[in-house]
């Protein structure tokens, strides 16, 4: 039975991440944003909440929401968490509070989900095998796989980056594996599902493998014996979207950075081969933009394109700029999710 989400209204769920982090500071620092109207349950422990908050004013910040003020379940934690000190007691609470919010979206007394940054080292720590939140949450949903996809909109213009990477949290070695035509062709199904949500014929761009794709076989023979073919069959299945591809990996983004400047539009959507292939170009035009969205899961869920920032957590150094931005994308296609991320 399909599990829905209430998902034109409600609250949205947010994970506070792992505790020695950032996830606190983001997250207060985002709800105090004028103009940011978004209801929310938080998830995680009261106690630490209303002392990050305490320290964060220490600190000299201002623009924080009051915890007070804010709907919360409350999951404690088992013992203290100093911040930028993480491990297996933070890895323990990070996973029970993701698993928590998620309930909540699935039971439909949230909208969406939002999480803050966890330690995939604290989760290994705590003993939660997983590469990471993507994977878990597929597996609270009960789908197979879920996939990565990065956005943000261009700050000149209307246009909007938007890379889904083909594979996720796995060895680089790990990469020629697991790519074959099946996977590449349910990545660009769902590529295109999310890109219809703005453009109804979207042109979509896929980045190759090898270095200059291939070189017609002279750097690598996935190009030429399966990923160029499986590029064709697609297209005559899609023949109203424009498909490029597999274009070299180290040129395809250019047209991205110039529309990220405002020079044009780049395309609609990118397919990346693998993690850092997608993540590199994303980071150098978006790191404070970009949100991290999982399709294939029965409700959308967004978070930021960082990490847990354990250099700086507690100082009051953080930009919630990246959460800001996952809290207004859950909020803004979080209505259209069902049709768009269902697999």
Known sequence: MERRSNLDSGPLAVALGDPAGIGAEIVLKALARAGLNAPVVLVGCRRWLEEQHRLLRV???????????????????????????????????????????TQLVLEGRCRALVTAPIAKASWQAAGHRYPGQTERLA?????????????????HGRWRLNTLLATTHIPLAEVPRRLNPALVERQLDRLLAFCQRFEPHPRLVVAGLNPHAGEAGHLGREEVEWLE???????????????????????????????????????????????????????????????????????????????????????????????????????????????????
Not at 78 to 101: D, V
Not at 139 to 155: D, I, K, N, Y
Request: glycine fraction near 10%; aromatic fraction near 6%; include cysteine.
């Open 59 to 101: 600190a000299g910040c201002t623009a924080l929401a009051d915890p007070a003020g804010i709907s919360m379940v409350d999951l404690p934690l088992a013992e203290p968490i100093t911040p930028g000190q993480t491990g297996a007691a933070a890895g323990a609470a990070s996973f029970a509070w993701l698993t928590q919010a």
């Open 229 to 343: 073919p499986c590029l064709r069959a697609w297209r005559l299945r899609h023949p109203t979207v424009v498909v490029d591809g597999p274009l070299p990996p180290d040129t395809c983004w250019l047209e991205a950075a110039a529309a990220w400047r405002g020079e044009g539009n780049g395309a609609d959507g990118y397919l990346a081969l693998y993690h850092d292939q997608g993540l590199i170009p994303v980071k150098l035009l978006a790191f404070d933009a970009a949100v991290n969205t999982t399709l294939g899961l029965p409700f959308l869920r967004t978070s930021p394109d960082h990490g847990t920032a354990f250099a700086i957590a507690g100082q009051g150094r953080a930009r919630p700029d990246s959460m800001e931005a996952a809290i207004t994308a859950a909020l803004d296609l979080g209505s259209a999710s069902a049709a768009t991320t269902r697999t």
């Open 139 to 155: 597996e609270l949903c009960g789908v197979g796989e879920a996939s990565m996809l990065f956005t943000a909109r261009a700050p």
